[in-house]
Nanobody, 119 residues
Framework: QVQLVESGGGLAQPGGSLRLSCAAS????????IDWYRQAPGKQRDLVAS???????NYADSVKGRFTISRDNAKNTVYLQMDSLKPEDTAVYYC?????????????WGQGTQVTVSS
């Protein structure tokens, strides 16, 4: 069992930055793949970035070059550094912890953190 808590959301101006955190408690954090998703009002939840157990990363085309996902297993935390923010990045951001090889969207979810990009 893993409990996930996202934090770090808020209001940012276009071109600004935010860093989201996904803190885990419970079972061994280092065995989980961590995915960040986002969901804008009226839209489906989309995968933004992933980091594997070994630290390999993948990004959606829409955020590639602007967002960076990283993990600190000693702190049981995954980060999403978001730079050059755009209004279209506005959404609720969720992290998901799943066993390597399992389907995207399976596993454990956090409660989400709101990110609003507006001038």
């Amino acid at each position: 069992q893993v409990q996930l808590v996202e934090s770090g959301g808020g209001l940012a101006q276009p071109g600004g930055s935010l860093r989201l955190s996904c803190a885990a408690s419970g079972s061994s954090f280092s065995i989980y793949v961590i995915d960040w998703y986002r969901q804008a009002p009226g839209k489906q939840r989309d995968l933004v970035a992933s980091i594997t157990v070994g630290g390999n990363t993948n990004y959606a085309d829409s955020v590639k070059g602007r967002f960076t996902i990283s993990r600190d297993n000693a702190k049981n935390t995954v980060y999403l550094q978001m730079d050059s923010l755009k209004p279209e990045d506005t959404a609720v951001y969720y992290c998901n912890a799943r066993i390597s090889g399992s389907f995207y969207g399976s596993g454990y979810w956090g409660q989400g953190t709101q990110v609003t990009v507006s001038s």
